[in-house]
């Protein structure tokens, strides 16, 4: 295999193209609305119609906006229904052939949903098929790959990435380029690539679409990143709640080693690498390096304290690149066109894009990519489409590590300087938009509930911590709360977060204070509420 | 100077603390000159006076009589004082609260052990209502100081009182934190 | 052997390169409180009473995992940790049921003794009364899950002094279990091999010798000393 055989194969997938095509997604969201029944429908009515010489029906990823699915698109026309029944299959490919307007709701690409987002990380998101490796090769896929093996020495590849300015995608922003010099600095004899697919934050589902919409996107990054740093071996550690993206990783994995592009000599280059699936078993605190690395070595999932970084010593000892599944994504644009081009996008400490889940009470559920420094308000009010019915009251995002952000901030631009400065976090890209009828201390004792229940037990503030927490919590919006639990939450929350362990008991108080700060009259509420029913019994 | 105004109670416990502080021996002829016992156990009164300097509660809150008396006793004092682990941790007598809701314990104990009479004691309105959840003192009413120990030793109330004389922060050190 | 020169609370000292800042301290006649370690196994930082500042270092570091650092200045004293420490030791008393005066390792705890050095005279918390089990399946030994704190000290001295690894733990937060084998009852364990370590490693009440009674239980860590200097160092010395 070389670049040849790539560009034949690109060039083969793109000649089998038939002259109409209609893209169905088959990502989570749309399946769980009967989007496999639509995708069949229309390949019965195709047939039906015997139109088979001119239409093809392809299963595609995610197209983003998940709360119009099942979303079928036509190409070339560009034709988007949204919300299709596989009853309204027929009168669509019907309408190809002159047969009058499809009975099936239409909606537009030219809202500011999807004019507004620059995809990089989702740019063959719900164009490509992605259980066929000819599909990501047509768009160009693996090439990125070739560059790196055979025009560029491992140190160049470092220092492209770290020019990038790309920062890491899974929550704290780390300098992907100074992680991987680390990593490709270290003296070993074996050294390992870890992709982190453990995404767990409520409301998140970004790296699950990338997975389930581009798998080959993310090997490739992988394997550039292996390239890179002098590692043979990957694994993708991904949460076993996500059957689909396992299976298409799967495939993907299969279809790259068949190819040659995974396994040994990739493009004949002396450049071995392997990749081999690990499913997580339902700990959200997995997520977190120290803890994933362990589960991988099959051990309890439990943090441990650092340093040693991963980057010294990882898995079984050894030197150890890990990076989220958003980060290995943009490995491979990076290197096909450059660093200036990736830097010249975001802002200037937080470079390229980022992709949101949208959710909660907003129009538009689903899931965006725009460019760092974008403001809040473009994203929730203009993309989102706002509340329905109603206002922003704020707009949480980091998830449980995170804060909630009042409407008054909605300016600001989202980058990972301005959200931390609101006491909030960029996290992976969780963002759930809440409004007026939304309660906050409710809001921070369904987060602190959940770090509760996902606290490993290793530590003591966390595990004890974040159950007080959210005992004083209970007593607040049960009204048993006095002044002097508040002045016990407020101090327990700052405890809680310099003495924990790892990030998940480090940040689990970030809700609760993010609320303190910005909503205290709903904590005084609660307090002088109860105090009045006591005084009236 | 105007003679102190002491009270003690016995609330969920097992009076060791009182027996303590019986312990005090000829000290306690030292306290007399100073001290009037104005409530408690020892002496008559039935009903909480007001006023009172300092009050020694011995013992956890384990009914609703139980709130009853520390909130009374809260508004009249101006030191409140949790006498002992019961009254501090909850201790002996919270050792119930793991098993869960007060009435099916009672159900179990005085009806479905087969050695009893198969009937609940009292009448409606005759006993005290036991609480779901045993609690120490300061999760019902502030508390100003606290004596762990179980019972405190008689040295240890010593110092405690001799503190509490003299207008000192009412806080033991060291070994005086002993629990148990 | 490279030393490292830094200041603890102000008192200038020296240490080994390979030493933690809290060998360092011991050393040097310097307490900071402990509870999941302990000597002759591996150091897990789980705990957070041995949390220090460093000057320069925004974030509060464990000294049992920290290494010495050249000029490294910490404190061990500051209002800050004592209070962290404090409500450490407040949560651990409020999140099991540990009574004092109805435990074999009353006067004996390390638990009670660092209510007292931290100065706790009651917990702020309100407690969790939490179901625990008692398991006295062993012949020898029984474990009381009411007094555990999950300081794994069990667990580790069972798996790297014994080799055994009857210990682990099971479930997540507060619902955390110290397990024996694959969650069988103590005595159905057949990994055991009844050595009594972790009864010597349990700081509290919680792994006791069977027919103590309260305040009985006195733990003898000299032995764990004994068997970790005769590996490491091949001295045979108590």
Redesign the interface.
Known sequence: MDLNDLLEIAEKENASAKPIRLRCCTAAGCLSQQGDAVKNALQQAVADADMSDRVEIVGVGCMGLCSAGPLVKIDPDGALFEQVQPEQCASIIASLNGGGPAEASVGSDDIPFFSKQHPIVLENSGRINPERIESYIAAGGYQALFHSLREMAPTDVVEEISKSGLRGRGGAGFPTGLKWATVAKMKAERKYIVCNADEGDPGAFMDRSVLESDPHRVLEGMAIAAYAVGATQGFVYVRGEYPLAISRLKTAIQQARRMGLLGTQIFESPFDFRVDLRIGAG?F?CGEETALLRSIEGQ?GTP??RPPFPAQSGLWGYPTLINNVETFANIAPIVSKGSEWFSAIGTEKSKGTKVFALAGKITNTGLIEVPMGTPLRTIVEEMGGGVPNGQVKAVQTGGPSGGCIPAAHLDTPVDYESLAKLGSIMGSGGMIVMDQSDNMVGVAKFFMEFC??????????C??????IH??LTKVTDGRATSADLE?LR??CE?VK????CGLGQSAPNPVLSTLRYYPDEYQACIDGGAAAEASA | MDRVRLATIWLGGCSGCHMSFLDLDEFLIDLADIVDVVYGPVVDPKEYPDNVDICLIEGAVCSDEHIHHVKNIRAKTKVVVAFGDCAVTGNVPAMRNPLGKIAPILQEIYCERPETHGQMPGEKGLMPVLLDTVVPVHQVIKVDAFLPGCPPPASRIKEFVQLALSGAELKLQGSGLKPG | MAVKTLTIDGKAISAREEQTILQAARENGITIPTLCQLNGTSNIGACRLCLVEVAGVPKLLPACVTLVGEGMQVSTDSEKIHEYRKMIVELLFAERNHVCAACVENGHCELQDLAISVGMDHSRYDYMNPKCAVDITHKRYGIDHNRCVLCGRCVRVCDEIEGAHTWDFQGRGANTRTISDMFVPWGQAVSCTSCGKCVQACPTGAIFRRGSTVAEMQKDRTRLDFIVTAREKKQWIA
């Open positions: 700990a605190v309890r441990r304290p509760m229940d996902e606290s490993c037990g290793k530590c003591v503030p595990r004890a911590g974040t159950a007080q005992k004083i016990n101090s327990l405890m310099s003495a924990s362990l």
